[in-house]
């Protein structure tokens, strides 16, 4: 079974540049989350979809990302403009989706994003 | 808000020694999930462990098993006989139910002297 897929997976930009990730789920996965993990931190939850729907975006900085997860399956993340606070890895990950109970979620490679 | 926290930026153990991550958690729900996720250089983030709070009777999972109490709001992770393929960082992490995001400690870094 091939697992979460992310791309790219390094990426250097200057601040208040755009930028875009991409993240295709395991096969079947109804649930996507993208988290931001900065330097020396544990991840943080950015967005959550079910299907194409969005169901969590209450950490997603509104003013400068976006994501959206057009027909279900693979989902993009943008930042338009950078800043250098944004400098981190951007994880994906994935889950089947089972009503009350917490499937295990799988996280793809990430991609490191340095903002000069 | 859930919160997580790992007090032991960093531990170091022998290897074929047993190691001990701390976790602690601040919930107010009662049904909820704890993970142990395991992160080596590449980055890549791999499930160790998972503990469903519901169930009295500690996961474990080959060498690694965990300390759950409940009560105390207490989630350790117990490595047996470390390998060098240990080393990594080590997240604990919550989640409430149902198919939300899951809320992270700092992390504990794991170094395995050989």
């Known amino acids: 079974e091939a697992g979460v897929a992310q791309s790219p997976r390094y990426k250097i930009i200057e601040k208040r540049q755009s930028v875009a990730f991409w993240c295709n789920p395991i096969?079947?996965?109804?649930?996507l989350y993208w988290y931001q993990q900065i330097l020396g931190q544990g991840p943080k939850l950015l967005i959550q979809?079910?299907?194409?729907?969005?169901?969590?975006d209450s950490q997603l900085p509104k003013d400068r990302f976006s994501a959206e997860r057009l027909k279900g399956v693979d989902s993009t993340l943008k930042i338009q403009p950078a800043k250098l606070e944004d400098s981190a890895v951007y994880l994906c990950?994935?889950?089947?989706?089972?009503?009350?109970?917490?499937?295990?979620?799988?996280f793809g490679p990430g991609t490191r994003l340095l903002v000069l | 808000a859930q919160t997580v926290t790992q007090s032991q930026p960093e531990m170091s153990v022998q290897e074929a020694e047993t190691v001990t991550l701390s976790c602690t958690y601040d919930?107010?729900?009662?049904?909820?999930?704890l993970f142990w996720y395991k992160q080596p250089p590449s980055r890549q983030m791999i499930l160790v462990i998972r503990?469903?709070?519901?169930?009295?009777q500690n996961a474990t999972e080959n060498r690694f098993s965990v300390n759950f109490q409940k009560a105390a709001k207490s989630f350790s992770l117990k490595i047996s006989d470390s390998q060098l393929g240990d080393a990594a960082m080590y997240f604990c992490?919550?989640?409430?139910?149902?198919?939300?995001?899951?809320?992270f400690g700092k992390g504990t870094h794991l170094i395995i002297q050989p």
């Open positions: 990950a994935s889950s089947p989706w089972q009503a009350r109970l917490q499937e295990t979620q799988y």
């Open positions: 096969s079947g996965h109804a649930t």
């Open positions: 979809f079910q299907n194409n729907g969005v169901v969590d």
């Open positions: 919930t107010s729900e009662s049904d909820y999930y």
């Open positions: 503990q469903e709070a519901y169930k009295q």
């Open positions: 992490a919550y989640n409430g139910g149902g198919a939300d995001g899951l809320t």
